[in-house]
């Protein structure tokens, strides 16, 4: 989109401009959309606005780590126009070094390896999926997908002994919101508040998900379906992976040695079924896990992983650094935020 609005001559002009007094090749920069939100300012309304920030590959994938500061660009995405343009600064780029994180383009020395393991269910899994609807020793329950939420566990209940009937525990769960400020007042920033499922898409972003990495071996997989914005059906394959868990943990024990000649033990392994569901938005990847145990209680897990989110500076030592920075210096040129 940016690309089709600054060939119009002025936009096309201005942008060149910034990208030639970095020193920078124009065919290495790629460009991406933020949401502005709203902070007080006067403005139109229904304006439907987006800011453009710019990072610098050139010899790496990892473009969150090489960000082009001091260009602001807003365009308004009706129009297809740029409504504002600031060029306020110029820093150096973060280095290229050490960004690589392709386990092809790794270097050695790795770090010490590890025997690899499984599970391994000679019976098959102890679960059984009818349609959407998820059956598991004393669980029962429903599982949908959603553009924005992603994973949605709807009627959850349990098996009472006691009744002989089900119980119902959760009517209908899923992530509300994952709001990420960065809380970096300077122009850039200050409106880097993002949300990544409501403006985003937890579902939307949602990507297949890989046997024997993202998943163990004894995961079964499920399709979800969504509706395009056309009304037509979009399948997306493998978005989650439903498996047995087993990490060797002890759900109840104890053992009696009060009683003379006798020592009475007693284990219960705990042994869990997890619904997984991966989401990249941006530089980061949620790992999103709703763990379903025989006690009763369900767990939900967000596991925050992928690459950092960097601002560049002028900085090479802390020793430079004579005002708030608003984040960490870890290499040259690159405050973690």
């Known amino acids: 989109m940016f690309w089709t609005i600054i060939t119009e001559k002025a936009s096309y002009c201005l942008f060149l401009g910034s990208i030639r007094k970095r020193k920078l090749k124009l065919e290495q920069v790629l460009c991406g959309g933020y949401t502005v939100g709203w902070f007080g300012e006067e403005r139109k309304k229904d304006k439907r606005e987006l800011k453009v920030l710019c990072s610098y590959s050139d010899g790496t994938v990892n473009l969150y780590l090489r960000p082009i500061e001091g260009i602001t660009a807003v365009v308004d995405v009706d129009e297809m126009k740029i409504t504002k343009y600031y060029d306020r600064f110029i820093v150096p780029v973060p280095k290229v070094d050490g960004l690589e994180y392709q386990s092809s383009e790794q270097k050695p020395p790795f770090g010490p390896s590890v025997n690899g393991a499984t599970v391994v269910q000679p019976d098959g899994p102890g679960f059984k999926i009818d349609g959407h609807t998820v059956r598991w020793a ?16 709807s009627l959850a209940s349990i098996y009472d002994l006691e009744k002989n009937e089900f119980r119902r525990v959760l009517y209908r769960g899923y992530v509300s919101e994952m709001f990420v400020p960065y809380m970096d007042p300077t122009e850039e920033w200050y409106d880097r508040t993002l949300f990544d499922s409501g403006e985003y898409g937890f579902g939307l972003c949602a ?7 993202d998943c163990p071996a004894n995961a079964v997989f499920m399709d979800g379906y969504v509706a395009g914005q056309n009304g037509k059906p979009i399948q997306y394959s493998n978005v989650f992976c439903i498996f047995e868990k087993y990490a060797g943990d002890i759900m109840w024990r104890h053992t009696e040695l009060a009683i003379p000649g006798r020592v009475i033990r007693e284990v219960r392994p705990e042994v869990t079924l997890v619904v997984r569901m991966v ?16 006690s009763g209680s369900i767990k939900v897990g967000i596991g925050l992983t992928g690459v950092l989110e960097v601002k560049g500076a002028p900085y090479t030592h802390t020793d430079q650094i004579k005002e708030d920075a608003y984040g960490t210096l870890l290499a040259d040129y690159t405050l973690g935020i």
Request: hydrophobic share 45%; net charge negative.
């Open 138 to 153: 004393n669980w029962n329950f429903h599982l949908g997908f959603d553009v924005r939420a992603g994973p949605i566990i």
């Open 279 to 294: 989401s990249p938005v941006g530089n980061y990847d949620y790992i999103v896990d709703w763990e379903f145990k025989q």
């Open 207 to 213: 990507v297949a998900l890989e046997p024997m990495t």
